[in-house]
């Protein structure tokens, strides 16, 4: 019984674990001083999911990673580069899972067709279902 509780303990404080006790990097949470390239890198941040969270944007999200993301988009635009060259290095990095907008490829292609398959599919059987109500 001892262990079943120990086994409980452990995986409920896993998540309290997760992330370290580091502070958050610089620009993590703190806005450019020019308002037209932290709009700029806002506008990026919105776009870029998180990686950990996986549901969120690095904009939205509180995990350790967003912040170390929010704070290397926030350099590199403070130091002129362009959104979409960030963009492109961190697809580089992470691969295209990190953008909501995946480029088609035959590695997104199921991504792009999937809801056209099944729209297809879903026209297909609602046909045969009022063509037997008529006969």
Known sequence: MRWRAALLLACLSAPALADSSQPAAAYADTQLRDP????????????????????????????????????????????????????????????????????????????????LVLLGLGGWLARGLFRRRRG
């Open 36 to 115: 037209a390239k932290e709009a700029e890198a806002r506008g990026l941040m919105a776009t870029l999911r998180c990686l950990v969270c996986q549901g969120q944007s690095i904009a939205d999200s509180d995990a350790e990673m967003a912040g170390d993301m929010r704070a290397l988009v926030r350099r590199r635009i403070a130091a002129g580069e362009s959104a979409e060259t960030v963009r492109a290095s961190l697809i580089a990095s992470y691969g295209d899972y990190v953008t909501y907008d995946p480029p088609f490829s035959a590695v997104t292609a199921p991504l792009w067709l999937m809801p």
